[in-house]
């Protein structure tokens, strides 16, 4: 009798059983690196927008002829946009560098490069929307009104954006695997990309010509449709269309994926 409990004690674990425990363990890990690695890191994720938007605030008052946002206001438009950006970003850069760092678990058979990416565009996810709700909860008590009009809708952009930066991030992640010097390329177009995706300047405010080419972003498409949501009455243009920027996280998370298993021991020798 007590060889068939022990036996029916060490039941092997179904596939899935085995992923969801090596996420969660990676997840918890990753967590503790995150924040517990460097002293400053909190400081840090709040600071680091905190000090653009008061830079592009001044810029603004002082160099552009105001801060008056037609339908919003500037400073809450701003830290929407900022924070949406801010998201896809992390989830974009981060797991560029999950491989490398992980790379001494790949000595399981259980855990693949994969699970490390995957795991971290989560954690970033999270870690930047506990970011967030600390500026909505810190605007209440400086009377800046944070209060999203369609709380829904706010919550469902952010998540279109979260699924763009990680299935950008899955793809990014193998290319930088293999060439590097990409990597070092994509990590410097941040910049150009924020100026590019409306978090700065209306997109409204610009000329009609050129918001046909911004109207290719993907990443515009969900900061301005996030927007739309937070503020009652903020107009933008009339080509945000969200079904645009599912495409985009659709298409490079499967091909993301499909490159994770066509190079998978290749990644792991990295």
Not at 193 to 205: E, K, N, T
Not at 212 to 224: C, F, K, M, Q, V
Request: hydrophobic share 55%; aromatic share 14%.
């Amino acid at each position: 009798m007590s060889d068939v409990t022990n036996a029916s004690q060490y039941k092997p674990r179904s596939a899935l059983r085995v992923t969801w425990d090596v996420w969660s363990a990676m997840t918890l890990r990753e967590f503790i690196a995150r924040t517990t690695a460097d002293r400053m890191a909190w400081f840090w994720m709040i600071f680091e927008p905190l000090a653009t938007i008061g830079i592009m605030i001044l810029i603004r008052s002082h160099f552009m002829g105001g801060r008056h946002i037609s339908g919003a206001d500037f400073i809450p438009w701003m830290i929407t946009g900022l924070m949406g950006f801010y998201l896809f970003r992390a989830c974009m850069i981060q797991p560029m560098g999950a491989i490398s760092a992980n790379k001494g678990l790949f000595t399981y058979r259980q855990i693949t490069p994969f699970d490390a990416v995957i795991v971290r565009c989560y954690v970033e996810g999270m870690l930047q929307s506990f970011v967030f709700l600390i500026f909505i909860l810190v605007g209440g008590l400086f009377k800046i009104n944070m209060m999203a009009d369609h709380a829904f809708g706010v919550m469902m952009d952010w998540f279109s954006l979260w699924a763009l930066g990680t299935g950008m991030g899955i793809l990014l992640s193998v290319v930088n695997g293999l060439v590097p010097e990409l990597g070092k390329i994509i990590r410097l177009m941040t910049l150009p990309l924020l100026i590019l995706s409306s978090v700065i300047i209306p997109v409204s405010m610009l000329p009609h010509k050129i918001q046909e080419y911004l109207a290719w972003n993907p990443i515009l498409h969900g900061l301005e449709s996030m927007r739309l949501n937070y503020f009652e009455f903020y107009h933008s243009i009339d080509k945000v269309n969200l079904t645009y920027l599912w495409l985009w996280a659709l298409s490079s998370m499967v091909i993301g994926l499909m490159m994770h298993i066509r190079f998978a021991p290749r990644l792991k020798m990295l």
